[in-house]
């Protein structure tokens, strides 16, 4: 049981450059998100599923897309990178508790 | 804008103290989670308050939570060096679903 799991870990991507992040969850969540974290800003949210094939906004969308496809994964991807985009990424779950949020690891993500 | 403002930003106790931190939200709630963060790592959930509920305890761990001033704080008590981290208040507002957080408080316990 290994909760969620972001790949990769650390990307070094230069401005212009595109790619995705995975999230998968192997803990039967129905919600997903992906935050963005910054120093002093804390975690800000790019977007949220509530349930599979479905997909809203958060705080912070702009330059993202997210694809839930099925229940399991939920994927971010940076059409262009810019070196705004530079940050630590956490995908999360929540739990059948509803407000309990399940946090991956993290992406690590330069954009140069 | 961000829902919740953690104060203060940042706190050095001695360990053995109480620690309190305090967050303050923009618009009315469902429920209200505190998460900790341990450096470089993912955040881990700790207690959540709904908003009919006052207070909460888990442990060494107090939520309070007063809907009428649109504020929370979080009391760790006989605080250890384990419990330097980040800590971060998140809410779920009424009008959707999603989870918001604050910029968090950095916790750090003095030998």
């Known amino acids: 049981n290994a909760g969620v799991t972001q790949t990769p870990k650390f990307q070094v991507l230069k401005t212009g450059q595109s790619m995705t992040l995975q999230c998968a969850q192997d803990?039967?969540?129905?919600?997903m998100y992906w935050y963005r974290q910054d120093p002093g800003m804390g975690l800000r949210l790019i977007y949220y599923?509530?349930?599979?094939?479905?997909?809203d906004k958060g705080e912070v969308p702009n330059g993202y897309n997210v694809s839930r496809l099925n229940k399991r994964e939920f994927s971010l991807r940076l059409e262009s990178a810019a070196p705004s985009q530079t940050s630590v990424y956490f995908c999360a779950g929540e739990g059948a508790r509803v407000g309990e949020l399940f946090f991956g690891e993290g992406s690590r993500l330069t954009v140069l | 804008s961000q829902q919740g403002e953690e104060d203060p930003q940042a706190l050095s106790i001695q360990e053995g103290e109480n620690a309190t931190m305090n967050c303050s939200y923009k618009t009315s709630i469902n429920n209200l989670q505190w998460y900790r963060q341990n450096s470089g790592r993912g955040l881990v959930h700790l207690i959540l308050?709904?908003?009919?509920?006052r207070e909460k305890h888990s442990g060494r761990l107090r939520v309070t939570l007063d809907t009428s001033k649109k504020s929370s704080s979080l009391l760790i008590t006989a605080s250890r060096a384990a419990d330097t981290a980040s800590y971060f208040c998140a809410t779920e507002p009424e009008v959707d679903d999603k989870i918001i957080f604050g910029k968090g408080t950095r916790l750090h316990i003095l030998p």
């Open positions: 803990m039967n969540h129905n919600s």
């Open positions: 599923s509530a349930s599979e094939g479905t997909t």
């Open positions: 308050i709904r908003s009919n509920e």
